[in-house]
């Protein structure tokens, strides 16, 4: 149940950090999209341990998958933007 749990509020930050991020360049589809919230809460949870906002074997919850999401999309449009030019 852990996985399941983990997947929809994965899915749940990505659909979140994309309506706070629009953008042309984003990732789209229904599973970059969960991907995308899941490597936000990881992201979130690695930062909030490294800051002490999170003791070990805590993780990230919605708020910080969103937060996270939001950073990994703004290092996808810096390194989509210079692929283009």
Same mark, same amino acid.
């Given at each position: 149940m852990s996985i399941l749990w983990s997947i929809l509020i994965g899915f749940l930050a990505g659909v979140i950090a994309k309506l706070v991020m629009p953008?042309?360049?984003?990732?789209?589809?229904? #599973? #970059?999209?969960? /991907? #995308?919230?899941? %490597?936000?809460? %990881? /992201?979130?949870?690695? #930062?909030?341990r490294e800051l002490g906002w999170y003791a070990p074997g805590e993780s990230a919850g919605l708020f910080g998958a969103v937060v996270g999401a939001v950073i990994v999309l703004a290092i996808w449009a810096v390194l989509s933007g210079r692929r283009h030019r």
């Open positions: 953008g042309d360049n984003e990732p789209k589809g229904c #599973l #970059l999209t969960t /991907v #995308l919230g899941i %490597v936000g809460a %990881v /992201v979130a949870t690695y #930062l909030g």
